[in-house]
């Protein structure tokens, strides 16, 4: 069964200090795999789309990797405003269309 | 500016009542979703559009329906044989074909009591 786990549910952070988020996934016929922002009470803000091993994203802050079987969003020295939750979907072969599965996220909180 | 609008915001409604839930987009997207957003889960498809009057159901698409007339709007309605409603509901786009990331619209949340 096609699957997304995101690892920690939770991270705090102090402002500077940085760190890694985890997704782990296990699809058949990995198309593509997206990293997305959600502020609380809002829809999800698109970051990157990953589509081969080896590749790396970078956008201000962020930079995200992807392996065969992981990708890593990446914080480097964080602000409060980095504060969100970090949803990772990867796209699955489902019948020719489009279909995302996604993980529950990770909550990141930075402190002053 | 291009994006997706959803509308209303915040909905209440009680229970047994059928609500409909607006989503219009200006991107000239082909395909259109709706998913539900509970705490601690992931996005669930709900139902998809890859073109107008034509719809597939998604993995939890009991109790909701979805019209496809125009190519903007993807209206979704929540009926009451949905068993547990109150939910955060996220409508998206994106272009046609498979290699493409999906744009989100700011959400409604329904609360049904």
């Known amino acids: 069964e096609d699957q997304v786990t995101q690892s920690p549910e939770a991270l705090r952070l102090q402002e500077g200090e940085s760190s890694s988020l985890n997704c782990s996934y296990t699809v058949s016929g990995l198309r593509g795999l997206f990293w997305y922002r959600q502020d609380p009470g809002k829809g999800p803000e698109f970051l990157f789309t990953l589509y081969s091993a080896g590749e790396e994203k970078e956008k201000e802050r962020l930079k995200a990797t992807l392996t065969k079987k992981e990708s890593f969003l990446h914080i480097t020295a964080p602000k409060p405003e980095d504060s969100a939750t970090y949803l990772c979907a990867v796209q699955a072969r489902a019948g020719g269309y489009n279909k995302l599965i996604f993980g529950a996220g990770t909550r990141l909180a930075v402190h002053p | ?113």
């Not at chain 2, 998913?35 to 601690?40: A, E, N």
């Not at chain 2, 159901?57 to 329906?65: N, P, T, V, W």
């Not at chain 2, 619209?105 to 609360?111: Q, V």
Request: hydrophobic letters at 25%.
């Open chain 2, 1 to 113: 500016d291009g994006g997706i609008t959803q509308s209303p915001k915040y909905l209440f409604r009680k229970e047994g009542q059928n609500v409909t839930l607006s989503c219009e987009q200006n991107l000239n997207h082909d395909a259109m979703y709706w998913y539900r957003q509970d705490p601690g889960q992931g996005l669930r498809l709900i139902y998809y559009s890859q073109i107008v009057n034509d719809f597939q159901k998604g993995d939890i698409a009991e109790g909701y329906s979805v019209s496809r007339e125009k190519k903007e709007s993807f209206p979704l309605t929540v009926t009451s044989a949905q068993k547990n409603p109150t939910a955060f509901y996220l409508c998206a786009s994106s272009p046609a074909g498979v290699y493409h990331e999906q744009y989100f619209g700011p959400g409604t949340r329904l609360t049904v009591t």
